[in-house]
């Protein structure tokens, strides 16, 4: 599968269709509802661009890189003989059967136009209607990663949300930690040796082993004058929250 179109130009079809490029695959074409956001990214990857379905190139594979709500009226728009969707929540039923081959390639990390990324640790899961094409997809991820994983729809939608939690949800934690130091002119990254500290020992630890803090402690006073501080009635709110389900967690 050495020749490839891109149905997407975001963030994920960029950096993986950059990624690709340097392990040796042809990007022949990237489709976009807007022609201009083709061009943008066929520019990168030395290719056509186009952003009609009807004239999408001959391929050995077909990447669907486009956000969840738009994948089924692409699947029914085109006919193809091999074709992938790249979302962690959309199942592999979306494809109905009607592709000889069809599948997940799901790369689990967060990805930006303009920050060039390194696979080689991405951990890529993958699903296929077929043992077959199964292998192939197997190949695919293993010549841009080293971390492999088959998964199931249920499977990788759990890991999903999981990821939700992981990073979007922590991220939101770090921009109210943010907001509330710059209240009082403080440069958030003096949390950034604890947030980096915190993140390591994951690496070797369950994420309840390595839980700290007052509600960990069930400090009261301690929790109780934090509350105080705090101002903003939202985050005073989800203070309580977290705190509470900490508690809860390890009683």
């Not at 486009?66 to 692409?74: A, E, L, R, T």
């Amino acid at each position: 599968m050495k020749n490839i179109v891109l149905i997407g130009s975001g963030n994920l079809a960029t950096q993986l269709g950059l990624s690709l490029l340097d392990n040796g695959y042809n990007i022949i074409q990237v489709w976009s509802q807007q022609i201009k956001n083709a061009i943008n990214l066929a520019d990168k990857l030395n290719c056509n661009a186009t952003d009609s379905l009807k004239n999408l190139a001959k391929a050995d594979l077909y990447i669907l890189a486009v956000k969840d709500d738009k994948i089924k009226s692409i699947v029914n728009s085109i006919s193809v003989d091999c074709i992938v969707h790249t979302s962690g929540g959309s199942d592999i039923d979306i494809f109905d059967d009607k592709f000889k081959n069809f599948g997940v390639f799901y790369p689990l990390q967060t990805f930006n136009k303009e920050i060039d990324i390194d696979f080689e640790n991405i951990p890529i899961c993958i699903e296929a209607n077929n043992k077959e094409f199964e292998l192939k997809l197997n190949n695919l991820a293993k010549s841009l990663s080293k971390s492999i994983t088959v998964l199931n729809s249920k499977q990788r939608k759990k890991l999903h949300v999981a990821a939700v939690f992981a990073c979007n949800f922590s991220n939101h934690m770090y921009t109210n930690a943010y907001n509330l130091l710059k209240e009082d002119n403080i440069d958030f990254k003096l949390l950034i040796p604890l947030i980096n500290q915190t993140i390591l020992k994951l690496n070797d630890n369950k994420p309840e082993d390595v839980q700290t803090g007052p509600a960990k402690r069930k400090d009261v006073k301690l929790i109780e004058h934090q509350s105080e501080i705090i101002t903003n009635k939202k985050i005073k709110e989800l203070y309580q929250f977290i705190t509470n389900s900490i508690i809860e967690l390890n009683e």
